[in-house]
């Protein structure tokens, strides 16, 4: 019974932490050396894209896409959602959507290599992008910004992680 118990405690302590990794990776800022290769507005209501099968329903709002490819390989695209944070998780208090796609198409006609700094995954299954918070030009990669406080959360994780391990075991001996 108290292996039962001890192994109980170990799957949630494990769960949490999984959770806190997973919410680090998702609203932590990324980056990467890209080249804009176009951009797009489409109009999307709650439940996704709005276009002649399928009409509106609700609320309806423009958003912006920024389609790149990797200096390496034509084939390698990566397509990122231009959106608004405001005020909502997680916490960029970006409102200069329209500025940044500015910015990208004028990136996209110089055929820059630029640093797109986002968060958020790609999940193609669910119609979910990352989301571009910046982007900036660059000359090489060897300029890519690092997620310095992604590594730092990563390894706080991982440091309670191994604390309460490591307690929570002390606590079954005794």
């Not at 109980?8 to 990467?32: D, R």
Request: glycine fraction near 4%.
């Amino acid at each position: 019974m108290k292996n039962i118990f001890k192994n109980t405690i170990f799957g949630i302590i494990l769960a949490i932490h999984a959770v806190a990794i997973c919410v680090i990776n998702f609203s932590m800022p990324s980056y990467k050396a890209l080249n804009i290769t176009g951009i797009e507005v489409k109009r999307m209501d709650k439940d996704g894209f709005i276009n002649k099968e399928r009409v509106a329903n609700g609320a309806v709002r423009d958003v912006y896409f920024i389609y790149t490819k990797t200096p390496q390989s034509i084939d390698d695209v990566i397509s990122f959602r231009n959106e608004d944070t405001r005020w909502g998780y997680p916490f960029y208090m970006k409102f200069n959507s329209a500025d940044l796609q500015a910015k990208a198409a004028a990136l996209a006609e110089s055929k820059s290599l630029v640093q797109i700094k986002y968060y958020g995954w790609r999940l193609p299954i669910f119609h979910e992008f990352f989301n571009a918070v910046s982007i900036k030009k660059i000359e090489s990669k060897d300029e890519l910004s690092m997620p310095i406080f992604s590594y730092l959360f990563y390894f706080l994780t991982l440091v309670s992680l191994i604390y309460c391990l490591i307690f929570t075991n002390n606590k079954f001996k005794h």
